[in-house]
Structure formats: structure tokens, C-alpha cells
């Protein structure tokens, strides 16, 4: 059953997103390795990345991404950790000077479009403060939790609320 909720919400997601959405930003790359927090290497190899985000104009704030890797050693798109789906809804905001970012992740990795064996949903929210430095800079401090929750296996060691703190830069040029 919550395997069909799940690629129910995933399917209205993205069949809606296309309709409303305008792009605001991609890119394309390729990349030597995989490798993700804690250092941990998923897959030692060439892929291939892409990648959107898109602003979802019927409530200001609203975006949804889409985030693809392949493989570039392999055909299949079920052997190898570099093969991965990423679809993320989420609103950003602002509210007495702070700025805020909650939503939903949905990681589909390896065996693809199975909705087990190491998929991930991930809720998140951030809050953050922007500093203007200068014209050109600006520093942005910034709190945020992740959970995540496995989907077809037990997630271990990783499951669980994940906490990050850090600074963003953002240069004009």
C-alpha cells in the first residue's frame, strides 16, 4: 500500500510540474566518482549528471528538481550506485527576516523505478539568515534537519534525522 501512495504522489508530481513550471536553473556535467556525506565513495567511475530546478509559478516560493545520474560504465540502469533519480518539491520563504526551505526528496536508487532496495524519502526544512557583505557577497548562516526514511530495506546506519550547520557565499560577478 505505501508503495502505491508513494508513486502516486511521485506521478502527480511530475505530471503537474510540467504544466505550471517555468525552469530557473540547470546544469550538466561529468563527473569521476560518486561520493556523498561522511566521505562515504558509492561508485568509482565515469558519470553522467543533469539536472534542473523549476519555479512552479502557482505559489510564489513553490519549485520542484530533478536530478539524474548514469552510469557511463554500464548499460543497465539497475547495477551500479551511480544510477539515480532524485525528485525534490519544495516552498522557500521568508518570514521576519529569516528565510526558511521545507520539503519532500525522493531519492530512486538502484534497482531504478523498483520503489525498494535503497529508495529514500527525505523531509526536510532550513532555516538561514542572509548578511550582505558588500555588492557582491553575501553570507548565509544556516540550520537544517533531514530525515531520512528508507523505503524497501532498513536504511541502517544512515536512517534517522540527520542535523547541518554550515555558511553559504554567494558571489556577484
Not at 35 to 51: C, E, N, Q
Not at 67 to 93: C, H, M, P
Not at 96 to 111: E, L, M, P, Q, R
Not at 115 to 128: I, M, S
Request: avoid cysteine; aromatic fraction near 12%; glycine fraction near 10%.
Amino acid at each position: 500500500m505505501k508503495k502505491r501512495i508513494v508513486s502516486l504522489l511521485l506521478v502527480a508530481a511530475v505530471s503537474i510540474v510540467p504544466l505550471y513550471a517555468s525552469a530557473n536553473s540547470g546544469f550538466v556535467e561529468i563527473v569521476n566518482g560518486y561520493v556523498i556525506s561522511k566521505g562515504l565513495k558509492l561508485h568509482d567511475g565515469p558519470a553522467l549528471r543533469f539536472g534542473v530546478t523549476l519555479d512552479i509559478p502557482i505559489l510564489e516560493g513553490l519549485s520542484g528538481d530533478i536530478w539524474v545520474s548514469k552510469d557511463l560504465q554500464r548499460l543497465s540502469i539497475s547495477e551500479s550506485f551511480a544510477n539515480e533519480i532524485d525528485l525534490t518539491l519544495g516552498y522557500a520563504g521568508s518570514f521576519k527576516g529569516f528565510g526558511f526551505d521545507v520539503g519532500v526528496a525522493y531519492f530512486d536508487v538502484i534497482k531504478l523505478f523498483s520503489l525498494k532496495g535503497g529508495d529514500v524519502l527525505q523531509p526536510y526544512f532550513e532555516l538561514n539568515k542572509t548578511f550582505k557583505v558588500n555588492e557582491s557577497h553575501t553570507l548565509t548562516p544556516y540550520f537544517r534537519s533531514e530525515i531520512l526514511i528508507p523505503i524497501g530495506w532498513d536504511g541502517s546506519p544512515n536512517a534517522g534525522a540527520h542535523i547541518f550547520v554550515g555558511m553559504k557565499h554567494d558571489w556577484k560577478l
